[in-house]
């Protein structure tokens, strides 16, 4: 249930962003510290190895900003969302329109359900018919 | 090693290497890219700051797993793993770069 992590984890981090940001800059200053330390190893005295260590990170607030706005972000793909909603429109207005097919229509109200059955089925083609063209070009 | 040119990473490959150092076993940020320059022979060093970014997208994706444990310096340290979908990932990454490295070497012997 990986779905159910990601969402977790991208609501979380909305809905706690000073935590997350701490939890990210954990990360990365144990990585510095590691690096540190190897450096260290190989012959460098503290500052030296501190120094090189975080030049060799590169930006820490910069990397730290990004990953945060990684964690912010939509965990599932848009497109495969945004086609299942259309699917699921669809399916709600063709079924709408069967309804409405089969409402009497010898009165007023029976001929505008149907009037809107006809509304919804073409906004629903047009709209369809927009975001295929949209992935065509 | 310092004295080694090092191959820059093309775009992309960095996912399938955390990937593969992932296949490997568990860990954490600073061993993915120390696991990564030892098994391509010392030939690849991954841009540590990018790694990160990296890891999270892999995570967000659902490829990757991650939880806090103790580091062997008894610090803590966030942990990765390779989850199932993330084991298929790898396979079709690898089935791709071989495809893609077997086109390019027929076509630069091309006379």
Request: hydrophobic share 45%.
């Amino acid at each position: 249930m990986q779905w159910i992590k990601a969402t977790r984890q991208f609501l979380r981090a909305w809905r706690h962003p000073d935590e997350t940001a701490r939890e990210v800059e954990t990360e990365l200053r144990f990585h510095v510290e590691m690096r540190a330390r190897a450096n260290i190893e190989e012959g460098m005295t503290p500052d030296e190895a501190r120094l090189a260590a975080q030049q060799s990170f590169g930006d820490f607030d910069q990397i730290k900003i990004s990953c945060c706005e990684i964690k912010r972000g939509f965990p599932f793909d848009l497109k495969a969302l945004r086609m299942g909603v259309f699917i699921a429109v669809a399916c709600l207005a063709g079924g709408f329109a069967v309804v409405a097919v089969n409402l009497p229509h010898d009165n007023l109200f029976g001929v505008l359900w149907q009037l809107a059955a006809i509304a919804v089925l073409m906004c629903t083609f047009l709209v369809g018919r927009r975001n295929i063209r949209r992935r065509h070009d | 090693m310092g004295s080694k040119s090092k191959a820059g990473l093309l775009q992309g490959t960095l996912d399938m290497l955390i990937l593969k150092a992932l296949s490997l076993g568990a860990l954490h940020g600073y061993g993915i890219g120390q696991r990564i320059a030892q098994i391509s022979g010392e030939e690849l060093r991954v841009e540590e700051g990018s790694l990160y970014p990296g890891l999270y997208r892999l995570e967000q994706r659902g490829w990757i797993d991650s939880e806090w444990d103790v580091s062997d310096n008894n610090q803590r340290a966030k942990f990765y793993k390779l989850t199932r979908a993330g084991r298929k990932q790898l396979i079709l990454e690898e089935q791709n770069w071989e495809r893609l490295a077997g086109a390019t070497m027929k076509a630069l012997r091309a006379s």
